[in-house]
């Protein structure tokens, strides 16, 4: 298990776009006794999670869709913790087809590289690049 992540701090990013049901279960969530860290998703709010949030499908030989690696929430809005997370998970998948690893690594390498130029752009984080 990966314990380098802290606790989410941008929890909120749009908080009238949060539905009440949300609220409720963030706040069920936080009550959480065994909860490992606060940028974990309950498996509930993952299966409600549409496709578009995960970086790769598959299908199962008995038809079950495999839903791979979550990295955006309900909104569809990227989660950087969730990114992070399915970065270091990429591996640890036991994928059905090589294509599916490779387009799903391209996938979350293409937001990371997202988020490095615009943390440069707002002067955060140095990453060897040169801003505007
Ligand atoms: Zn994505």
Redesign the pocket.
């Known amino acids: 298990m990966d314990t380098r992540f802290g606790p989410k701090r941008r929890t909120l990013p749009c908080f009238t776009a949060v539905s009440t049901n949300m609220l409720v279960l963030l706040a069920a969530t936080a009550l959480l006794p065994h909860q490992a860290r606060a940028a974990e998703w309950p498996s509930a709010y993952i299966r409600a999670l549409p496709d578009?949030?995960?970086?790769a499908i598959e299908t199962a030989p008995g038809g079950r869709r495999l839903r791979h690696l979550p990295?955006?929430d309900h909104t569809g809005a990227?989660d950087p913790p969730h990114?992070r997370s399915a970065l270091a998970r990429w591996h640890q998948v036991k994928w059905r087809d090589p294509a599916a690893a490779a387009a799903a690594r391209a996938?979350?390498d293409?937001?990371r590289s997202a988020l490095r130029a615009a943390s440069g752009r707002a002067g955060g984080e140095a990453d060897g690049t040169t801003g505007p």
């Open positions: 578009d949030a995960f970086a990295h955006h990227l990114l996938h979350l293409a937001h």
